[in-house]
Each structure stands twice: as C-alpha cells, then as structure tokens.
C-alpha cells in the first residue's frame, strides 16, 4: 500500500479497499505515516465522503488499534449510552445507576469538557476522591460488585481516534459525519458493551446544529454498530436549550442526587426514563418500553437507583458524605440571580449562550489542558413556556470572581428571550433510530 495512493482514490471520489483502509490506520497509529499523509487523507473524506462499508471498516480498524475490554466475565447483560453532548446533560450520571439497579451492567467510558460542553468526568471530579482513571481491571471489577463504573478512556483504547482526533481539531477536517462516526464508535465498541444507546443530540448547543445532520450522524452510527453484532438505538433530542435546570459541575452533581431522590425536573427524568428504558430492552431485561419504564420508576421510588450511585461512587473512590449532604460539594463564594426586566413567557434559552456563560465562569476549559472551578455555573434555570414577573430570578449565578460573574451574568441575559404570547419548547425527543428504520 502506498499512503499517496490512498489519498488520490479518495481523492477522486472512488471506494477504497478493505486493506488498504486498515493498513492505512495501522501504519499511522504506528507512526509510520506522517500526520500530513493522514491530514490529507482526512481531508479527502471530508470532501468526498465514504461508503457505509468504508467506514465500518475505518471504525473496525480504529476500534482495533488498541485494548479491546472483555465483558464476557460479567454475570449480567451489558448496556452503555453515549451522548454527542450538551449544556447541563448529566444523564449518564443518573441513567448508569438506575439502568444498573434494574441488572444490566452499565460500563461506562465517558469524557472531559472541551468548548461549552460539558464532560462527565468534570462532573464526577466535583466529588472529593472520585477517581476518573480506573485501570481496566478496577473498572471490571467494580462493574461486577456495582453494575455500573464511569471512568475515562486510557491511552490504549482506540489510540489511533486519539492521534486522528487531534489532527482532524487543527486541520479543519472535524466536521465530517464520517469521520465522526468512526471516531465515537471505535471508542464506543471497544468498551465491550453489547448493546449501545445514543443520544444524539441537535439545535444551539449541540455539536450537530441542524436536525438533518443529527438524523445522519444517528443512523450511520446505529448500522455500524448492528454491523458489528451490537444491539442499537439512537434517540434525537433536542440541545437548543439546556437540559434541566443547573449547568456547572458540582451544581450538577447536586441536580442529579435530587433526581435520584424524584426531584428532578421534567425535561431532564423524560431523557433519561427513554434512553434507560432502551436500554433494559436491548439487553433483554424488559420486554418492552412499557415494563421497562416500571422497572425503572420502581428501582427510583424504593431509593435503589440512589444507593447504586453512592455504591459506585464509593467503590471509586469518592466521598459519599457529599452526597447525603450536597452543601458538602464544592460551593461558589458569590451567588446572584439574573432577574427578569419585564413580565412574560420564557421563549428562548439559548443553550450555546449558557454554556459560553458557565466557560467565563471558570466552569469549562478552551483548551484542554485548562483547569476548572467546580463549584461555578448556573442553577435554577427558567425553561422555555415559564411565565415569569417583572424581577423575578430567571437563574442563579454561582461564581468565585466578581467581574467573571458581571459579564456570565451579561452573557446569561443574553441566552434569554421573553415574550408575550406562549412560548412553546422544541420536541425534546424528535426521533428514535433502530437498524430496522436506517
Ligand atoms: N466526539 C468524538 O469522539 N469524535 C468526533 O469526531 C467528534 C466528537
């Protein structure tokens, strides 16, 4: 295989070989093909594009770069869920719990926040002691004694998307459904899990920001995984605005413990009800949607689904105390809210303006080697259709730093639009995705 060979059939908008395609990635992962050949083969398929089997083939060889983790030693059926990423999604932090309470193994390799979204180990370091690198036979381990871990990728997984990932960031070749398909299934089915659920999500603070592009994403995503003998499922749900009402790390630990206790607020507990109940599907648990919604309100109702949390947390690390008590968890000095100007109907929370909000705070980084404050962010946030009075709080700002907390505030009242008429929510969940319907 020559690599300027590859790069011209693509080039040209011709299908590539099998073999050429895995000796491509191997001999990158390898550092035997320089990062322009690569670069420009990346390029390439942003442009023209690749065959379904091309790119089961580029995530297969992706997916074998590196470690594959055996779940085969587990006793229960195993599910994961993986988001595309939002402002205030911190479903996997309940959903892993509640579906492992229910006796599917929830193995969980999740990531930072990078831009204005947020990443659940960020949201998981908010607990003083969590460890967020398990190595793979604690991670094994703790499934086994808990049903569920959440831990971070290691370097051995899938380490050709790592070294791809990061050139496609400074080359301009990341928006390629492609590219972004065999990027986030390689890690995905790599982490051993027989059934995967996706929530992909679309609108301001989402990564895909047309509904179109989401649909794509989802369906190429759900047949490569039914091509490799995984049971799929994607839900398309909506990211205009912010899912539930905090966004910040330890402000969402805290959202999540209420949840976990039937507090939570609506839009958060009906994503994470649909994509749990998937998931007790796929892996056999349920018979269907219907049981499987039961199941789950039951294991949430008796406190099941808490205490599997407090288990997993302990078993990696964390101190539980700050779950019994949340004013344990990291608190932000300056507290205010953003009081509304004027009656009316919440119509817009733009969610990409809250994430850029919370980033100012402290709450996120720009690059990735920044460090974040865990105790900032927003809490109570106002959702699209809340009729509201003049000065009434539409949030609160959680900040360390006067003039960081002036300009998020600035920013936040910017994110929100009144009205006077009815304002009416975009459909949370638009869609769902089976192999069957792609
Ligand atoms: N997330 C990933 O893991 N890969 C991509 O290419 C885009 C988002």
Redesign the pocket.
């Known amino acids: 295989m020559l690599p300027q060979w590859v790069i011209e059939t693509k080039r040209d908008g011709k299908q590539l070989a099998e073999a050429d395609i895995r000796e491509f990635i191997r001999a990158y992962a390898a550092g035997e093909i320089p990062d322009y050949q690569m670069a420009a083969l990346a390029m390439a398929i942003f442009f023209q594009g690749m065959t379904f089997e091309e790119v089961t083939v580029l995530t297969d060889a992706m997916m074998r770069s590196g470690d594959l983790i055996d779940t085969r030693s587990l006793e229960q059926p195993t599910a994961d869920k993986h988001s595309?990423?939002g402002i205030g999604d911190k479903v996997s932090l309940l959903l892993a719990p509640l579906v492992a309470s229910c006796g599917v193994a929830v193995p969980m390799l999740s990531?930072r926040g990078l831009g204005i979204t947020g990443g659940t180990l960020d949201k998981l370091e908010a607990i003083p002691g969590y460890c967020t690198a398990l190595s793979p036979d604690s991670f094994l381990e703790i499934l086994a004694t808990c049903g569920c871990a959440i831990t971070g990728q290691t370097a051995d997984l899938a380490p050709a998307?790592k070294k791809l990932?990061a050139l496609?960031d400074v080359t301009g070749t990341?928006p390629?459904i492609p590219?972004?398909s065999?990027?986030?299934m390689s890690?995905k089915l790599a982490e051993g899990s027989a059934n995967l659920v996706l929530d992909v999500k679309w609108g301001k603070g989402a990564?895909m920001k047309t509904l179109e592009d989401a649909r794509e994403l989802a369906r190429t995503m759900v047949a490569i995984g039914h091509k490799m003998g995984r049971g799929m499922t994607a839900l398309l749900t909506d990211m205009n605005q912010p899912l539930g009402c905090t966004a910040g790390n330890s402000l969402e630990i805290i959202e999540t413990v209420e949840a976990l206790q039937g507090k939570g607020p609506k839009d958060l507990m009906e994503v994470t009800m649909a994509l749990s109940a998937e998931m007790l599907v796929l892996a056999g648990v349920a018979e269907s949607l219907e049981t499987a919604r039961v199941q789950l309100q039951s294991k949430l109702d008796s406190g099941e689904a808490f205490e599997r949390l407090k288990a997993m947390v302990t078993l990696q690390g964390g101190d539980i105390r700050t779950l019994d008590e949340t004013s344990k968890l990291p608190q932000a000095g300056l507290v205010e809210p953003l009081d509304a100007e004027a009656n009316g109907v919440v119509a817009e929370v733009n969610a990409d303006l809250i994430g850029r909000a919370v980033l100012l705070l402290g709450g996120g980084r720009t690059q990735v080697t920044d460090t974040i404050d865990p105790a900032v962010g927003i809490s109570d946030l106002c959702k699209i259709g809340d009729t509201v009075l003049l000065g009434q709080p539409l949030l609160n700002i959680h900040a360390n730093d006067r003039s960081k907390l002036d300009a998020a505030k600035q920013m936040a009242q910017d994110a929100i639009t009144l009205s006077d008429s009815s304002g009416t929510a975009p459909a949370l969940i638009v869609e769902t995705i089976r192999p069957e319907n792609v």
């Open positions: 595309t990423g990531g998307d990932y496609r990341v390629s590219l972004i065999a990027s986030i890690k990564f």
